[in-house]
């Protein structure tokens, strides 16, 4: 299977910090691509889609490069409620359907 | 409220003993996956079901089976449970294939004494 690569982190910053994380793909086939958040012990919850033209959702901003094969999220403003780990996940394509997770990133927002 | 819902939450079972984790559905959706994960790691997949379609990921064990008796119920047999298969069992569903927005159980936590 095509892989998704994902800086495991962490990283640790300050309430109000502005953090990206990026996510490279290397099926050049995959159409569709998602941000999910994963707190401690606990399921994977969709954070929101990654669009061709990018994709803004408050504090969090996705955006997809095509050309260098990977997605990115930023945050601004970060909470201490942001912690978690951030999953990559990469839709198929080229003939199968089952998306492609990334390891995660972890993210520790400190007071 | 629509949701995946995974019983039991935290399975405890002996080295070799049989356990089985279930998963169901009020989403109506095609598409089941059962997934392993580990602490630090991705998560895997084991097996995903398009309706009654059973795949079988490659480097999924034989010790690991499922069912999908109908759409709103799977199951996760795991037939002799190793030391290393103490994971978080996760289920999750999608509306039809080549969607992949994906909505997650909360996780059976297996342990293997």
């Known amino acids: 299977r095509k892989e998704v690569e994902q800086d495991p982190g962490p990283f640790n910053v300050p309430e109000g910090a502005t953090v990206a994380f990026n996510c490279t793909y290397s099926?050049?086939?995959?159409?569709?691509f998602f941000w999910y958040r994963q707190d401690c012990r606990k399921e994977p919850k969709l954070l929101m889609s990654?669009?061709?033209s990018g994709n803004e959702d408050g504090r969090f901003t996705a955006q997809l490069n095509r050309a260098s094969q990977y997605i990115s999220l930023l945050i601004r403003d970060s909470k201490l409620s942001d912690s978690a780990t951030y999953l990559c996940v990469a839709g198929a394509g080229g003939g199968s359907y089952i998306p492609t997770f990334g390891r995660g990133t972890s993210l520790i927002v400190h007071p | 409220d629509a949701m995946v819902i995974q019983n039991p939450r935290y399975q405890v079972t002996q080295f070799g003993k049989p356990v089985t984790l279930s998963c169901s559905q009020t989403?109506?959706?095609?598409?089941m996956y059962w997934y392993q994960q580990k602490s630090s790691q991705a998560p895997k997949l084991l097996f995903h079901y398009y309706d009654k379609d059973f795949n079988n990921e490659a480097d999924t064990p034989d010790n690991f089976q499922s069912r999908r008796p109908n759409t709103s119920f799977c199951f996760l047999d795991i037939r002799s449970p190793g030391l290393g298969d103490a994971a978080m069992y996760l289920c999750a569903t999608s509306r039809q294939v080549g969607e992949y927005e994906q909505y997650f159980g909360p996780g059976t936590r297996l342990t293997v004494t």
């Open positions: 099926n050049s086939a995959s159409q569709s």
């Open positions: 990654v669009y061709s």
């Open positions: 989403l109506n959706h095609n598409v």
